[in-house]
């Protein structure tokens, strides 16, 4: 989407680290499987963990801007065929899944940042993959991205973007 863009805080952490602090919420790895399944909208097989930790990371960026207004990390999205991703945690979803310790994360050390994530994940775990999905299809923003390019970008600090979130979030 063209817009204009918020002039934003540069942020305190990368998408890495969230995910990292997410994978340690989920020490026995019972919501973040690493196992290959096949979507049930798409049909497309995908990794099920990596998948909920993309979907995970998309919604918290978005309730964490509306809260706060300010990004929670600075990564780039990417709409693709099952949702929104961040190509770093994408592809490194295997070594953040098995270099996981929860005792070690070092890199969330904001206690009100750690409250936040605790809470939308233990929100956000009890919606099944398909709800996770349906999002993402019937998310504006994905809609308007998917299907621009190879590697759709999304410039989700397009004001456009951030006011399709704060209507939605409203109701």
């Known amino acids: 989407m063209v817009g204009n863009n918020l002039n934003l805080k540069p942020a305190k952490y990368d998408a890495s680290s969230i995910a990292k602090y997410l994978l340690s919420l989920d020490p026995n790895r019972e919501y973040f499987e690493n196992k290959r399944a096949k979507n049930e909208i798409t049909s497309a097989t995908i990794t099920t963990g990596n998948f909920r930790l993309n979907q995970m990371l998309y919604l918290i960026q978005i ?8 990004l929670l990390f ?6 693709w065929e099952n949702g929104m991703v961040i190509y770093s945690v994408y592809t ?3 070594s953040l899944y ?4 929860g005792k070690n994360i070092k890199n969330i050390e904001d206690g009100r ?3 936040f994530i605790s809470k939308c994940f233990n929100y ?33 600090t397009d004001k456009e973007n951030i ?9």
Do not use: M
């Open 63 to 70: 309730l964490y801007y509306l809260k706060y207004e300010r």
């Open 74 to 79: 600075n990564d780039k999205f990417y709409a």
């Open 92 to 94: 490194h979803f295997s």
């Open 98 to 101: 098995y270099n996981v310790n």
């Open 113 to 115: 940042i750690k409250t």
């Open 124 to 156: 956000l775990k009890t919606n099944s993959d398909r709800v996770l999905q349906e999002f993402a299809f019937t998310d504006p923003v994905w809609t308007s991205t998917w299907g621009r390019s190879s590697q759709p970008e999304v410039n989700f």
């Open 163 to 171: 006011g399709i979130y704060r209507q939605c979030c409203s109701r």
